[in-house]
């Protein structure tokens, strides 16, 4: 049995090792991007990537904000940034492995000759490189490894769909191998996602991390309310420290501890109660009002709780400009 195992992994290996580039090219060109672009096959893909998208953000309970005001015009608001994510995880992985399989096949004596391994090496290299040079400062490392991973992810899947095109096998159909590559890519698809969907928020200035906001007075009041069981005096409180929190005679100003997002005459800001952490039955907890405001009128979500180890709202602001 494991001499069989054995057997199948060289054969697949050399297989591999042997493509033909510009096979594998025509393969991502005619087979993939053609039929992927189709309209009849883009419109469920679009709507199950906006599902998606929407989704991602709920799970975070972060940034989460649908405006009223103005539906249409932040629909597609929504449609460019998951654009703008597809462009970075899916496009430009796809023109990075078309060239290097051009640079290739232009390459017949060298290419076929180069260990397995230093193919691959060569290739990362390459992905590396792009996702660096596009985003040195608004992507962190660990993110950009993350991105490296699902574009490593696709190009393997993409490989294993041909080699079974290659042999006249439906690419879909009858292996488990590959539909578990498939789910790997897609499990690792998500956080980069969800990071590249915030990233273009912050951008476009829809969501901002510790603007110096002023609140009037009544939305002063709803987000000031002590945290339980804490003194209103406590010095870990945000709005006893002049540096967080200042009150003024129409309202107040906000220096830090704040998300805000904005669309037309909506918007929202979650106001971090607590400086430090919280300790409570010996867990670290932090406290949010979520002052909530549409055309005007605004109500709070108060004390809303988080585990810090859980909450991604305290990582936006640590990490915020």
Same mark, same amino acid.
Not at 118 to 130: C, D, E, G, I, N
Not at 149 to 159: G, I, K, R, S, T
Not at 200 to 218: D, G, H
Not at 275 to 290: C, D, H, K, L, P
């Given at each position: 049995?494991?001499?069989? !195992?054995? /057997? $199948?992994?060289?054969?697949?290996?050399?297989?591999?090792?042997?493509?033909?580039?510009?096979?594998?090219?025509?393969?991502?060109?005619?087979?993939?991007? &053609?039929?992927?672009? &189709?309209?009849?096959?883009?419109?469920?893909?679009?709507?199950?990537?906006?599902?998606?998208?929407?989704? !991602?953000? @709920?799970?975070?309970?972060?940034?989460?904000?649908?405006?009223?005001?103005?539906?249409?015009?932040?629909?597609?608001?929504? /449609?460019?940034?998951? +654009?703008? +994510?597809?462009?970075? /995880?899916?496009?430009?992985?796809?023109?990075?492995?078309?060239?290097?399989?051009?640079?290739?096949?232009?390459?017949?004596?060298?290419?076929?000759? !180069?260990?397995?391994?230093?193919?691959?090496?060569? #290739?990362?290299?390459?992905?590396?490189?792009?996702?660096?040079? #596009?985003?040195?400062?608004?992507?962190?490392?660990?993110?950009?490894?993350?991105?490296?991973?699902?574009?490593?992810?696709?190009?393997?899947?993409?490989?294993? /769909?041909?080699?079974?095109?290659?042999?006249?096998?439906?690419?879909?159909?009858?292996? $488990?191998?590959?539909?578990?590559?498939?789910?790997?890519?897609?499990?690792?698809? #998500?956080?980069?996602?969800?990071?590249?969907?915030?990233?273009?928020?912050?951008?476009?200035?829809?969501?901002?991390?510790?603007?110096?906001?002023?609140?009037?007075?009544? @939305?002063?009041?709803?987000?000031?309310?002590?945290?339980?069981?804490?003194?209103?005096?406590?010095?870990? #409180? =945000?709005?006893?420290?002049?540096?967080?929190?200042? &009150?003024?005679?129409?309202?107040?100003?906000?220096?830090?501890? =704040?998300?805000?997002? $904005?669309? +037309? @005459?909506?918007?929202?800001?979650?106001?971090?109660?607590?400086?430090? =952490?919280?300790?409570?039955? $010996?867990?670290?907890?932090?406290?949010?009002?979520?002052?909530?405001?549409?055309?005007?009128?605004?109500?709070?979500?108060?004390?809303? &709780?988080?585990? @810090?180890?859980?909450?991604?709202?305290?990582?936006?602001?640590?990490?915020?400009?």
């Amino acid at each position: 049995m494991f001499h069989k !195992i054995f /057997l $199948g992994v060289r054969q697949y290996i050399q297989e591999w090792s042997e493509a033909d580039l510009h096979q594998f090219n025509k393969f991502i060109v005619k087979n993939i991007l &053609r039929h992927l672009f &189709r309209f009849d096959n883009l419109l469920p893909f679009v709507a199950v990537i906006m599902l998606l998208a929407l989704s !991602i953000q @709920s799970m975070s309970a972060a940034y989460t904000f649908i405006p009223q005001s103005n539906i249409t015009a932040f629909a597609t608001f929504v /449609l460019m940034q998951i +654009a703008m +994510a597809l462009m970075i /995880l899916l496009v430009y992985p796809f023109i990075v492995i078309i060239i290097f399989n051009y640079i290739g096949y232009r390459l017949p004596f060298i290419i076929p000759q !180069i260990f397995l391994p230093v193919k691959l090496f060569l #290739l990362l290299l390459a992905f590396y490189s792009v996702i660096h040079n #596009l985003s040195p400062s608004t992507v962190k490392v660990g993110d950009q490894f993350h991105i490296l991973a699902v574009w490593f992810a696709l190009y393997f899947l993409l490989m294993n /769909l041909y080699l079974a095109f290659k042999h006249h096998r439906h690419p879909l159909k009858q292996s $488990g191998f590959r539909a578990m590559i498939a789910v790997v890519f897609v499990m690792l698809l #998500l956080k980069p996602f969800s990071e590249v969907l915030y990233r273009t928020s912050e951008r476009i200035n829809y969501l901002e991390i510790n603007a110096k906001l002023f609140l009037p007075i009544t @939305s002063c009041k709803l987000i000031a309310a002590p945290i339980p069981g804490m003194k209103p005096q406590d010095s870990n #409180l =945000t709005v006893n420290n002049p540096d967080y929190f200042e &009150r003024g005679d129409n309202g107040c100003y906000l220096y830090a501890n =704040t998300i805000r997002l $904005g669309f +037309a @005459s909506d918007y929202i800001v979650i106001f971090k109660k607590n400086i430090n =952490t919280v300790s409570e039955s $010996g867990e670290q907890v932090n406290y949010y009002a979520r002052l909530n405001c549409y055309s005007g009128n605004c109500f709070v979500e108060d004390n809303i &709780r988080y585990k @810090s180890h859980h909450d991604l709202n305290a990582e936006m602001i640590a990490h915020g400009k």
